[in-house]
Nanobody, 123 residues
């Protein structure tokens, strides 16, 4: 079992930055690909970014490419999502998820999910 806890969300003005953290416990995160997803009430969950379990390959949704950066620190069992140039359209609850020996854009592949952290971008 892997427990995931997101943090770092909050209220920020458009153009600002936030860094989300996804801290894992229970198992070493180094064997897991990690993805970030977001969801707005009434809409489907949306892929944001993912990092593979090995090799460091990363994937981004077109809507965040060039603005968001996903990274991992296996020593701290934590994955980060650096979000720059935030837009009101980025407002959502952000979730991290872990996929054993994986890390893709499909939420169906992920086995463990955090509880989410709210990000609100004001105009």
């Amino acid at each position: 079992q892997v427990q995931l806890v997101e943090s770092g969300g909050g209220l920020v003005q458009a153009g600002g930055s936030l860094r989300l953290s996804c801290a894992a416990s229970g198992r070493a995160l180094s064997s897991y690909g990690v993805g970030w997803f977001r969801q707005v009430p009434g809409k489907e969950r949306e892929f944001v970014a993912a990092i593979r379990w090995r090799g460091g390959s990363t994937y981004y949704a077109d809507s965040v490419k060039g603005r968001f950066t996903i990274s991992r620190d296996n020593g701290k069992n934590t994955v980060y999502l650096q979000m720059n140039s935030l837009k009101p359209g980025d407002t959502a609850v952000y979730y991290c998820a872990a996929d054993l020996y994986g890390g893709t854009y499909s939420d169906l592949e992920y086995d463990y999910w955090g509880q989410g952290t709210q990000v609100t971008v004001s105009s």
